[in-house]
């Protein structure tokens, strides 16, 4: 009984409690707030694509830094239910049927916090993690703007280096970054890509 009250609490952590608190739907929300205090990536008024939005906590705090003249747009398999705010338009829809150039070219940041549905095999998770990457950069690649940046999450594997090499090819800069707020035992990291080519 004790370990599992272990585990109860481990897993509603520090910023599971904050998250709450702070009334985001998911801790998640302070991954991607640490890239931006580092990387400042979002502005006023930008065009944000969120890839794997469910369940809102990235669309919230992008809809928060864009401000009223900026729009962010949410794609995942599951419906989304978060409070509606006006500068957020979600969509339900796979990554991997999705006509990218509907949404248009005219994006300034493109955002993956996509995960498989986890198998516990990690070669088969990291595989899986590194198609939903390949698909969220080929999808950056259509709609972002000259400039624009793709913030993407890998599970680390066999084709981490190679979806590394992809995003410096396709890029002006490349990072590597784990955020704080990430479980220790996760295998998660981010790649993020500053300064689309064209």
């Not at 090819?169 to 479980?183: C, L, N, T």
């Amino acid at each position: 009984m004790k370990h599992k009250t272990g585990r109860r609490n481990l897993w509603q952590d520090h910023y599971a409690r904050q998250a709450k608190k702070d009334r985001y739907p998911a801790r998640s929300v302070y991954k991607l707030e640490e890239i931006q205090q580092k990387h400042r990536l979002i502005r006023k008024g930008d065009k944000i694509l969120d890839l794997g939005c469910s369940p809102g906590s990235w669309l919230l705090y992008a809809a928060k830094l864009t401000g009223e003249k900026g729009r962010v747009i949410g794609i995942d398999l599951k419906p989304v239910k978060i409070q509606a705010v006006p500068n957020i338009e979600i969509m339900t829809g796979d990554v991997f049927a999705l006509d990218a150039g509907s949404l248009g070219n005219d994006f300034n940041v493109v955002l993956s916090d996509m995960a498989p549905a986890t198998t516990g095999h990690k070669a088969v998770d990291a595989a899986r993690s590194a198609g939903l990457c390949e698909a969220a950069l080929a999808i950056a690649q259509i709609v972002l703007l000259p400039g624009g940046s793709l913030v993407c999450k890998i599970f680390q594997g066999p084709d981490f280096n190679q979806f590394i090499d992809s995003v410096r090819s396709g890029f002006d800069k490349q990072k590597i970054f784990k955020p704080r707020s990430s479980r220790k035992s996760s295998k998660e990291i981010f790649i993020i890509g500053i300064g689309l080519k064209k």
